[in-house]
Every structure is written in structure tokens, then in C-alpha cells.
């Protein structure tokens, strides 16, 4: 890589990171021209690296997926006990959200990333797999599942650290608790509701 190429590199970073900052504290009503003057640019540089909002927001989404899988890589979920990976993995996942809380406030998707499935979604589906086949998970909740319900709890707390009613700690604290109570093995299922009729 070359000395320009690592400084438009730096450049870009900066101003991503300014931004998602900026949008974290304060929301939408963050204009461009405010972005660039929290990244230090100008509004001429940050137009050049970034056209448009829409752009800006796409570059925060691909890079909050690549520090959420950098999180997920270093987290070693295969060498931890499965309830402590969990807890591991929501830290991470509620530390990045919370720095790129736009992201999860519907500005932009992470979704559209082309590795996000294997960047996350399945180390996460492997995990649960694990935790059932161990017997320290629910065996008749499938990894699926597991999985989507995991990712609604991090979202519905990561809106609560948005609107600061909660900190980043207690919210992953939170998130791990209720997660763990119910899909832990041996946890008992709430009765299936009877019909009017049966009664």
C-alpha cells in the first residue's frame, strides 16, 4: 500500500469514526458539514470520500461489521465454556452497536454486507450448536432461532443505551441474564395455554 493510500485510508477511518460518534450522541439532526468538522476535513474532503449521507452511512455499516467480527474472532467462542462465550459475544456486540447506535437505529444495515452471514451469523449458530449438543442449551430450540432471538434482545437494550437509559455494561448484563435463564438446558417451559373451550 502506498503513502497516499494509506492516508486516504486514515482519512476515511477518521471520519467515519467522527461521524458515528457524532450520530451516537445526537442522532439524525447531524448534518455533513458538522461530520467534517468533527473529522477535522473539510467539507470539500469529506464530500470527496463520501458523495452523500447515504454513502457516509453505508461505510459505517461495513465497518461496524468489521469490528463486530474482529469482536467475534478474538472472543475464542469454541474455547470458552458455552454460557461464558454468550456473555463474551454480547459485550462485544453491545460495545460496537452502542458506538455505531445509528446502525441500529435503522439508518443503515449491516445486512447489506456481502460476509455478514459468515463474519457472524454462523459463528454465532455454531456456537449455539455447540451448546446443545454439550446439553447446556435448550435441545429443542433450534440454533436458529436461538440466534434471532439473541440478536432481538441486543437490539431492544442497545435502543435502551441510545436513549441513555441504560449504560453499556448493564444492558449487556441485562441482555446475558434473560437470554441464559430461558435457553438454558434444564430451564422449564411455561405450560402451553389452554383454549376457553377445554375449560
Given at each position: 500500500m502506498s503513502k497516499g493510500d494509506a492516508l486516504r485510508d486514515r482519512t476515511a477511518a477518521a471520519i467515519v469514526d467522527s461521524a458515528a460518534a457524532s450520530l451516537a450522541e445526537r442522532g439524525r439532526i447531524v448534518s455533513m458539514n458538522e461530520v467534517a468538522r468533527a473529522?477535522?476535513?473539510?467539507?470539500a474532503t469529506l464530500?470527496?470520500?463520501?458523495?452523500?449521507r447515504e454513502a457516509l452511512l453505508r461505510a459505517m455499516a461495513t465497518t461496524g461489521v468489521e469490528e463486530l467480527a474482529a469482536r467475534?474472532?478474538?472472543a475464542d467462542l469454541q474455547g470458552l465454556p458455552v454460557d461464558q462465550?454468550?456473555?463474551?459475544l454480547v459485550r462485544g456486540f453491545i460495545a460496537v452497536g452502542s458506538k455505531y447506535v445509528a446502525l441500529s437505529a435503522g439508518q443503515a444495515s449491516t445486512d447489506d454486507h456481502p460476509d455478514v452471514d459468515a463474519l457472524l451469523t454462523e459463528?454465532?449458530?455454531d456456537?449455539?450448536?455447540?451448546?446443545?449438543?454439550d446439553g447446556v442449551l435448550r435441545p429443542g430450540l433450534a440454533p436458529e432461532l436461538l440466534t434471532e432471538l439473541l440478536s432481538g434482545l441486543v437490539k431492544a437494550a442497545l435502543?435502551?443505551?441510545?436513549?441513555?437509559?441504560?449504560?453499556a455494561e448493564e444492558a449487556a448484563a441485562g441482555v446475558v441474564a434473560v437470554f441464559l435463564d430461558?435457553?438454558?438446558a434444564g430451564t422449564r417451559s411455561p405450560e402451553p395455554a389452554r383454549s376457553s373451550r377445554a375449560r
Open positions: 473529522a477535522g476535513v473539510s467539507r464530500y470527496r470520500y463520501f458523495p452523500n467475534v474472532a478474538d462465550a454468550i456473555a463474551r459463528p454465532v449458530r456456537l449455539f450448536r455447540r451448546g446443545i449438543a435502543g435502551m443505551v441510545a436513549d441513555g437509559q441504560l449504560g430461558g435457553a438454558r
